[in-house]
């Protein structure tokens, strides 16, 4: 177990966020592991906890073995109140010290795509046209890279689960080894796009502004199909709509990362993703060609800074921190469930990815807030309390996406007047999408002020953007989409 600093303090209100998890190292759980003792996690050591106490507590602890990183009797008795207090989960604390680690940045630095020099966007378009100009056999064309995500199959990208992130920093990893194989551009590092901020000049400019598909895509999309984009004025009242940048300040104020349409900061943070595709432009929009649009990797990037940002505030950037705020499955995290196809890097050696950092680690108005851990339901053997805060989850469980062609839009409804809405992004034919297949059923959740839903009669609506673009309306059949149900509940925390 992790040495105690010699002027360690009892903790009268311990948690496990801000306290308790940081008392166990890798050592420590790879050790317990092998004999079948949880103590990476939440549920291990709150399983474990007494079994735990009684071997650690001085003066005659018998673990851990060495002299050196025994127990204090600070930290035994932080342990105890832990136990005592009934295992709060409590919400993280953010280290300054790691935020000013990272904020000095190691190896190949990002930076935002709106800061950089004329010689950098040189370079940077230079590596542009140098892997556009590639064959498009070659593995590290423009158009191989990018197909990777959609189409032609096959396709191989994660969406709404926890590999999401893992596997797209990868493939942004991949794709910056492209940019920098160009003669001339190996110290480049693919920058973000701020989506908090219009769309620099340099990405309405060619290469950047659009790309023509040199394969035929099949009868929906044709032959030199042609990246589309909105203009910024729509852009802007689009990411208002989905409440994109609420979603990314609410992610980035989560203590665990939670599961998709539930909570935590991977719920919060994929409904920023996919409200800021379907807000970019019908290319964006589509998961079959989203990569071939040029600011897919600006758009992409940001969110990895975003994620990066997060494991720092909530001390997430070893395997052992991050896994400490995992509150379900952690078998994504191990073989063989911890695959990225088509790439050899796993999941779990994403979490601590040395040698990528950002020039600006999180947005100033985030990087003030208080994290949270507020969850629609609790453990009976748990106190709680319900905040004074108004807002309540409205969860929109089971909805049938295979039935769906495309990226689609849930709407909350409040005596039929539209309240909140959420994008959910996936390709035209989920049914051909292995991923998509997996997770067949779906649901999205709403948080939302009381007073605007109180008294007032709850209704959803499901619309298809690609549907109305045809002419065909943009409403699609709730009895087609599974009939979804409405679960809403208050927000809980520890008591």
Request: with cysteine; net charge negative.
């Amino acid at each position: 177990m992790i040495q105690p600093p010699p002027d360690e303090q009892v903790v009268a209100n311990p948690t496990y966020m801000a306290d308790i998890r940081f008392f166990f190292d890798q050592i420590d759980i790879d050790h317990m592991g092998a004999k079948g003792i949880e103590l990476g996690t939440y549920e291990g050591v709150k399983q474990n906890a007494v079994t735990v106490f009684l071997h650690t507590a001085p003066p005659n602890a018998d673990m851990p073995p060495e002299d050196a990183r025994k127990w204090s009797a600070a930290r035994s008795q932080t342990f105890k109140n832990w136990i005592l207090a009934g295992y709060p989960v409590g919400a993280a604390v953010e280290s300054t010290a790691a935020r000013t680690a990272l904020a000095a940045g190691v190896g190949r630095i990002r930076k935002n795509v709106a800061d950089l020099s004329q010689a950098e966007i040189d370079t940077l378009t230079t590596a542009f046209k140098g892997i556009l100009a590639k064959p498009i056999t070659d593995s590290d064309s423009y158009c191989s890279i990018a197909s990777v995500h959609g189409l032609p199959p096959p396709t191989y990208c994660l969406h709404h689960e926890d590999r999401y992130n893992p596997w797209h920093r990868v493939y942004l990893k991949v794709f910056e080894d492209a940019l920098r194989a160009i003669p001339g551009c190996g110290n480049l590092t693919l920058p973000y796009w701020d989506i908090s901020t219009p769309i620099p000049a340099v990405l309405q400019a060619p290469p950047f502004d659009s790309y023509v598909v040199p394969v035929d895509l099949g009868p929906r999309y044709g032959k030199n199909y042609k990246t589309q984009r909105y203009d910024q004025a729509t852009i802007n009242a689009n990411l208002k709509g989905y409440q994109v940048l609420e979603y990314i300040a609410l992610s980035m104020t989560q203590s665990l990362w939670g599961v998709y349409g539930v909570n935590g900061y991977q719920d919060s943070s994929i409904a920023a993703h996919d409200g800021g595709h379907l807000s970019t432009g019908p290319t964006m929009a589509d998961q079959n060609i989203a990569s071939f649009d040029p600011i897919f990797w600006f758009f992409h990037c940001n969110l990895d800074r975003l994620w990066l940002n997060w494991q720092v505030k909530v001390g997430a950037t070893t395997l052992a921190g991050f896994k400490s705020t995992l509150s379900g499955n952690t078998d994504w995290l191990s073989a063989p469930f911890n695959a990225l196809p088509p790439y050899a890097i796993t999941a779990d050696q994403t979490i601590d990815f040395e040698g990528i950092s950002y020039d600006q680690p999180a947005p100033l108005s985030a990087s003030v807030a208080s994290l949270e851990n507020k969850v629609g339901s609790i453990e009976a053997n748990r106190a709680f309390v319900v905040p004074r805060s108004t807002e309540v989850s409205v969860l929109v469980k089971n909805i049938d996406r295979l039935n769906i062609p495309g990226s689609f839009v849930v709407n909350l409804l409040a005596d039929g007047e539209p309240v909140a809405k959420r994008a959910f992004f996936q390709p035209a034919t989920p049914r051909e999408c292995d991923n998509c297949r997996k997770h067949g059923l779906v649901s999205v959740n709403f948080r939302i002020d009381q007073e605007r839903i109180v008294d007032r009669r709850l209704s959803i609506s499901i619309e298809l953007p690609s549907q109305e673009a045809l002419g065909m309306g943009k409403n699609f059949p709730l009895s087609s989409a599974g009939n979804p149900t409405i679960n809403v509940r208050l927000l809980l925390q520890d008591g």
